[in-house]
């Protein structure tokens, strides 16, 4: 039986038990943590989606891993014959998935305290007050001149043989990080899902996209769901643009991946595909 009622409490942090386990979490965080609160879920649409392309025994890569929201349910899915690889550069967050990760007793995921990006090397990572509100989610990693020096690491520096899926959330930097994974894409050729929420840097993007020889498809999902885990049908996200990400697969595969906006062209974005998306639905409407 589901309930609200967190396992634990300290002064910044809570433990809820939610849709799927028990989850560490910032009660100052304005999205994850709020999320995790209010509807024991976070990004759920996604999550559904993302436990389609895997298999048990395939192996995960998640890049920009936050507090295990995703990792866990991926860990659960490919099983102990499969693993994660999760990625995150905030010392504090990072430590909050570690914490997620033994909470739920998973041996299948290997967390690193890092940045990926287009080359090896150092950045500085801001390092911020647990006790403010704060979008933790919403970091872009480098760019900064204070806060903890952090190593940059590449996905091409993976021995991997094989990869079904690599997820990548690094607010904005996504282009880098798929920059500096061409030999690794290119040789486990795994789906792509990447965040794209900013339209003025989703060309540079798609163009990073084409450029590994995968076709790209919208998925774009709300943060509320009315049927969520804790059955709360108060919409805190009401009014906030929806989570827009993109599902890439290797063109080679002739995939087309049913339900979800083809991408037109690299100017697109999120916002073209949701009007085209209501341009056919009020036309059938007419119709």
């Known amino acids: 039986m589901s ?12 433990v809820v038990h939610a849709k799927h386990g028990a989850f560490i979490y910032n009660k100052n965080d304005l999205f994850v943590g709020r999320s995790l609160e209010r509807y024991g879920e976070w990004c ?3 999550i559904e989606s ?3 392309i895997v298999e048990p025994g395939d192996i995960v890569v998640d890049v920009g891993a936050n507090i295990g929201t995703h990792t866990v349910p991926l860990a659960r899915k490919v099983g102990q014959k499969g693993g994660v690889l999760a990625i995150e550069p905030q010392r504090l ?17 290997v967390s690193v305290n890092a940045a990926a990006g287009s080359a090896p090397g150092r950045i500085m990572v801001p390092l911020f007050d647990p006790g403010q509100p704060l979008n ?4 872009k990693a480098d760019g900064h001149e204070e806060g903890e020096e952090t190593e940059v690491m590449t996905l091409d520096s993976l021995q991997f043989t094989r990869c079904a899926l690599v997820k990548i959330d690094v607010g904005g930097m996504e282009a880098e990080v798929l920059a500096g994974g061409h030999a690794f894409i290119g040789r486990c050729k795994p789906m792509l899902f990447i965040s794209a929420n900013e339209p ?5 993007l798609l163009e990073a996209i084409d450029d590994l020889g995968y076709d790209a498809w919208w998925h774009i999902a709300m943060h509320f769901q009315a049927e969520n885990h804790f059955a ?5 996200f009401d009014g906030l643009n929806p989570d827009a990400n993109l599902i890439c697969a290797p063109r080679s595969d002739d995939v087309t991946i049913e339900g979800f906006e083809a991408v037109q062209g690299e100017d697109d974005t999120w916002i073209k595909a949701i009007e085209r998306i209501a341009a056919r639905a009020n036309g059938a409407g007419h119709a």
């Open 3 to 14: 309930t609200t009622e967190p396992l634990f409490e300290s002064e910044a942090m809570r």
């Open 44 to 46: 759920e649409g996604e």
């Open 50 to 52: 993302l436990l389609q």
């Open 93 to 109: 967050v990072y430590q909050a998935l570690c914490g997620n990760v033994a909470l739920n007793g998973l041996i299948n995921v």
């Open 136 to 139: 933790w989610a919403g970091l």
């Open 200 to 204: 003025e840097q989703t060309p540079a």
């Open 232 to 236: 709360n049908s108060e919409n805190v």
